[in-house]
């Protein structure tokens, strides 16, 4: 039974998934305090927050069980990915399904800002009815600045054209094909700093956008200019905006989202130029059914083994490129499994060659499933696909992926190579058409052999009677053999065997095969 605790408001419909499923015991609880969370993710496999929680590094250490962080919507944020990535801890969010109500409360705040709607609501309220104080200003003709054209800033644009706003445009994946597309002018930063008379933010809250529009960046606007963020506090920043309307340089700001949840003693909010709300771009029906529907179905498919759709700390794979990769994951695994059980000495280099048809895909699911197979060995289940590369990074491993031109006659061929400080070895394995995987090569032997199981490898010399004595000290073991393959260099050279039987080898018989004459190392394991 799988523990999923919700931390933040969901919409039940959206939910409606996870309370169904007979394998999953939902715990949905908004109100908990910091030590009530860290007390509540010890047992769950999942947790599933808006932006309200705070998933920090503290909370995924208490989480000894965690698998999956589910973000039921946009931005991660308040998620630490570093600390999820190196827990092994696959983070989800749901990019799409908040988009349009996003893009469409932009633009309510962008006709309230120029119109001072809600200053002169709240003047009516207070039975004044004020006209002079309120003159707006029209958005025909005016130009809309967009940083960040993503889903939500494209969305926002489409709609100003609507409103026959001339629309400029700056993101670092934007380019001249893409504007034109979107019917829209595109700029450095500078540029679309200097002609906006709306500015709207809409890119992630990062370090890099940490504070974007700052003091530097204000004063290269339009006096008069007024600007928009709905996207995170913190990518205006707050002090800096604060003076520019209080100087008159920025004719007014309207704000979604503030650097600090709750926000309601900011002094921007004491300032009549700023129409704010407190963080309600996604707050419709609509959008909550949508990212909560999205972010159960790969919360269930993650603890179910499945392939995620929208993970955040490791690359998405297409369905397409799933169907032709997934055959090679286990070949992958238990390749680097075999090989980091018999190489001696510290790792430092993996790298893994494709070749066949495996030549035209994008192989790096497969090296990183190849990676987790080898660092398995000496760090256990800790290490998955979704840490598999960052945990060789920390311990200096250089890995390195290629694509061969040598198929030694296969159609796919699949090869792993170790370095140590001691040694370099490899092993190449293939999908035989019909039959599965098979192992077949290690390091100069050719050989056929299934990587499943409890295995033996034996390096001995190509002498008479070495094969005979090897299976009657098994039988003195009561140790059935099922399959066995024998490799050599030369007559009379180096050999190999490789032994199938069915069970674990015991230490004492690994330690009498390793006495027997002409026997120069055996190695058990079990795939
Ligand atoms: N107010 C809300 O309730 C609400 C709702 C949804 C999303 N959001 C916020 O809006 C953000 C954007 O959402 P989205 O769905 O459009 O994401 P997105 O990933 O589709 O788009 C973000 C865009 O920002 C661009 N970008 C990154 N760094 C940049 C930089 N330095 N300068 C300019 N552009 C840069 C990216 O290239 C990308 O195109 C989210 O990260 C989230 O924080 C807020
Ligand atoms: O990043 C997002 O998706 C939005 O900020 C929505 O946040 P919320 O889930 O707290 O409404």
Same mark, same amino acid.
């Given at each position: 039974?799988?523990?999923?605790? +919700?931390?933040?408001?969901?919409?039940?419909?959206?939910?409606?998934?996870?309370?169904?499923?007979?394998?999953?015991?939902? +715990?949905?609880?908004?109100?908990?305090?910091?030590?009530?969370?860290?007390?509540?993710?010890?047992?769950?496999?999942?947790?599933?927050?808006?932006?309200?929680?705070?998933?920090?590094?503290?909370?995924?250490?208490?989480?000894?069980?965690?698998? /999956?962080?589910?973000?039921?919507?946009?931005?991660?944020?308040?998620?630490?990915?570093?600390?999820?990535?190196?827990?092994?801890?696959?983070?989800?969010?749901?990019?799409?399904?908040?988009?349009?109500?996003?893009?469409?409360?932009?633009?309510?705040?962008?006709?309230?800002?120029?119109?001072?709607?809600?200053?002169?609501?709240?003047?009516?309220?207070?039975?004044?009815?004020?006209?002079?104080?309120?003159?707006?200003?029209?958005?025909?003709?005016?130009?809309?600045?967009?940083?960040?054209?993503?889903?939500?800033?494209?969305?926002?644009?489409?709609? %100003?054209?609507?409103?026959?706003?001339?629309?400029? %445009?700056?993101?670092?994946?934007?380019?001249?094909?893409?504007?034109?597309?979107?019917?829209?002018?595109?700029?450095?930063?500078?540029?679309?700093?200097?002609? %906006?008379?709306?500015?709207?933010?809409?890119?992630?809250?990062?370090?890099?956008?940490?504070?974007?529009?700052?003091?530097?960046?204000?004063? #290269?606007?339009?006096?008069?200019?007024?600007?928009?963020?709905?996207?995170?506090?913190?990518?205006?920043?707050?002090?800096? #905006?604060?003076?520019? +309307?209080?100087?008159?340089?920025?004719?007014?700001? @309207?704000?979604?989202?503030?650097?600090?949840?709750?926000?309601?003693?900011?002094?921007?909010?004491?300032?009549?130029?700023?129409?704010?709300?407190?963080?309600?771009?996604?707050?419709?029906?609509? %959008?909550?059914?949508?990212?909560?529907?999205? &972010?159960?179905?790969?919360?269930?498919?993650?603890?179910?083994?499945?392939?995620?759709?929208?993970?955040? !700390?490791?690359?998405?794979?297409?369905?397409?490129?799933?169907?032709?990769?997934?055959?090679?994951?286990?070949?992958?695994?238990?390749?680097?499994?075999? #090989?980091?059980? &018999?190489?001696?000495?510290?790792?430092?280099?993996?790298?893994?060659?494709?070749?066949?048809?495996?030549?035209?895909?994008?192989?790096?699911?497969?090296?990183?499933?190849?990676?987790?197979?080898? #660092?398995?060995?000496?760090?256990?289940?800790?290490?998955?696909?979704?840490?598999?590369?960052?945990? @060789?990074?920390?311990?200096?491993?250089?890995? !390195?992926?290629?694509?061969?031109?040598?198929?030694?006659?296969?159609?796919?061929?699949?090869?792993?190579?170790?370095?140590?400080?001691?040694?370099?070895?490899?092993? @190449?394995?293939?999908?035989?058409?019909?039959?599965?995987?098979?192992?077949?090569?290690?390091?100069?032997?050719?050989?056929? /052999? /299934?990587?499943?199981? !409890?295995?033996?490898? +034996?390096?001995?010399?190509?002498?008479?009677?070495?094969?005979?004595?090897?299976?009657?000290?098994?039988?003195?073991?009561?140790?059935?053999?099922?399959?066995?393959?024998?490799?050599?260099?030369?007559?009379?050279?180096?050999?190999?065997? /490789?032994?199938? &039987?069915?069970?674990?080898?015991?230490?004492?018989?690994?330690?009498?095969?390793?006495?027997?004459?002409?026997?120069?190392? &055996?190695?058990?394991?079990?795939?």
């Amino acid at each position: 039974m799988y523990r999923v605790l +919700i931390c933040d408001p969901l919409s039940e419909e959206g939910i409606r998934p996870l309370l169904d499923a007979e394998d999953v015991e939902a +715990i949905a609880d908004p109100s908990l305090s910091h030590e009530e969370l860290l007390e509540a993710v010890k047992s769950v496999q999942a947790i599933i927050v808006r932006s309200q929680t705070q998933v920090t590094r503290e909370v995924i250490e208490h989480a000894e069980n965690l698998q /999956v962080i589910g973000r039921a919507g946009v931005g991660v944020d308040n998620i630490d990915l570093d600390a999820a990535t190196e827990h092994g801890v696959v983070v989800v969010n749901a990019p799409d399904g908040n988009t349009i109500s996003t893009a469409e409360h932009t633009m309510a705040m962008l006709m309230s800002l120029a119109r001072n709607i809600p200053q002169a609501y709240h003047q009516l309220q207070q039975k004044r009815w004020e006209r002079k104080k309120f003159v707006g200003v029209e958005l025909k003709g005016k130009t809309l600045g967009v940083v960040g054209f993503g889903r939500i800033g494209r969305e926002v644009a489409q709609r %100003a054209k609507g409103q026959r706003m001339k629309v400029i %445009a700056y993101d670092p994946f934007l380019n001249q094909e893409k504007a034109d597309k979107a019917g829209v002018d595109h700029g450095t930063l500078q540029e679309v700093l200097q002609q %906006a008379d709306f500015l709207t933010v809409h890119t992630p809250l990062m370090e890099e956008t940490k504070h974007l529009i700052d003091r530097e960046a204000i004063q #290269l606007m339009k006096p008069g200019a007024r600007i928009l963020n709905c996207a995170r506090g913190g990518i205006v920043d707050e002090d800096a #905006l604060y003076q520019a +309307i209080q100087s008159g340089k920025i004719a007014g700001a @309207a704000l979604d989202v503030f650097e600090e949840e709750p926000a309601t003693e900011h002094p921007l909010l004491s300032l009549t130029e700023v129409v704010a709300t407190p963080h309600l771009g996604a707050s419709t029906v609509e %959008a909550q059914e949508n990212v909560a529907t999205d &972010v159960s179905y790969d919360v269930l498919e993650h603890l179910r083994g499945g392939t995620v759709r929208n993970p955040v !700390n490791m690359p998405s794979v297409s369905s397409e490129m799933m169907e032709q990769l997934s055959p090679y994951f286990k070949l992958s695994e238990r390749l680097g499994a075999f #090989l980091s059980r &018999v190489v001696e000495g510290t790792l430092e280099r993996v790298s893994v060659y494709y070749s066949g048809e495996l030549t035209d895909v994008d192989t790096t699911p497969l090296t990183r499933i190849a990676i987790k197979g080898i #660092l398995r060995r000496h760090i256990g289940q800790r290490v998955n696909d979704v840490n598999a590369f960052k945990t @060789a990074s920390d311990k200096g491993i250089v890995i !390195n992926e290629q694509k061969s031109t040598s198929t030694k006659g296969f159609t796919n061929l699949l090869t792993v190579e170790i370095e140590t400080d001691q040694e370099k070895r490899s092993i @190449a394995g293939t999908l035989l058409n019909g039959l599965g995987a098979r192992i077949v090569q290690l390091d100069q032997y050719s050989i056929d /052999v /299934v990587p499943d199981g !409890n295995l033996i490898l +034996i390096h001995h010399k190509d002498q008479p009677g070495a094969i005979g004595r090897v299976g009657s000290l098994l039988s003195e073991h009561n140790m059935n053999i099922a399959t066995m393959q024998v490799g050599r260099t030369n007559q009379g050279g180096d050999a190999v065997m /490789v032994l199938t &039987v069915d069970k674990e080898v015991e230490s004492e018989c690994q330690d009498r095969l390793g006495e027997i004459t002409d026997i120069n190392k &055996v190695q058990c394991l079990t795939l």
